[in-house]
């Protein structure tokens, strides 16, 4: 079993519909990160969060350390948040930069 | 710079052979991270520098991998001896320092795609 897992693998939206991606890890975090993909391969980093919620214009991304998990909200999603999402946590006691990444979710958004 | 950048982007090379790969990280960004994406499979930590202390090296996959940091800047990443199973995206990001404004942000560089036949 991986020790961050998301869900959908994959999801494909309406324009306009509201989205949501999950994390879950098993590990002890000292932080989590969510970041962007686009599909010309370039990485954007959205959020690094340990505790409560962040919004970002659209974008909002929440955790619950108890439950080990974490939640990537999008508003009013258009299609040019057609991108792979990745949760990556960074171990408690681990350094900052040693990240485990999740596979990812593709999401397309349709006109 | 005004981002990360590294260089090659495109390196195909030959079985055995050695490459290095260059990282020029934001001016002031003391942390700097080395991953790699391979085809169809997830992110891969491979090595982080902070400031003067020494490196997490504990992704590297193997004694053919190091990688070093001159002057708290520019990094680069050698493999040698480059196998088959190298192939992959090998990507850079920088930090500013953890207590500095935006801190929270991992700035990404391109990629360097690296093919060995």
């Known amino acids: 079993k991986n020790e961050v897992e998301q869900s959908p693998q994959n999801l494909t939206a309406q324009e306009g519909e509201f989205i949501t991606i999950n994390c879950s890890y098993s590990v002890g975090i000292s932080a989590l990160h969510w970041l962007q993909q686009h599909p010309g391969g370039g990485i954007v980093s959205l959020f690094m969060?340990?505790?409560g919620k962040k919004k970002h214009g659209r974008l909002i991304a929440t955790i619950n350390i108890q439950e080990k998990h974490s939640s990537l909200h999008i508003t009013a999603s258009h299609p040019r948040d057609s991108a792979v999402y990745i949760c990556a946590v960074s171990r408690y006691g681990g350094s900052q930069g040693n990240l485990i990444f999740g596979k990812g979710t593709k999401l397309s958004v349709k006109p | 710079g005004a981002g990360v950048s590294q260089s090659p982007s495109n390196k195909v090379t030959e079985k055995g052979k050695d490459v290095e790969l260059r990282c020029d990280p934001i001016?002031?960004?003391?942390?700097l991270y080395w991953y790699r994406q391979s085809l169809g499979q997830g992110l891969e930590f491979l090595i982080y520098f902070q400031g003067n202390s020494a490196p997490d090296k504990s992704g590297l996959p193997s004694d053919r991998f190091s990688a070093e940091r001159t002057g708290g800047s520019v990094s680069t990443l050698t493999i040698q001896r480059t196998q088959q199973e190298d192939s992959a995206v090998y990507l850079c990001?920088?930090?500013?320092?953890?207590?500095?404004?935006?801190?929270?942000?991992?700035?990404f560089g391109a990629g360097s795609r690296l093919t060995v036949l």
């Open positions: 969060l340990s505790s």
């Open positions: 990001a920088s930090r500013i320092p953890y207590t500095g404004r935006g801190a929270n942000v991992l700035t």
């Open positions: 001016s002031g960004h003391t942390a």
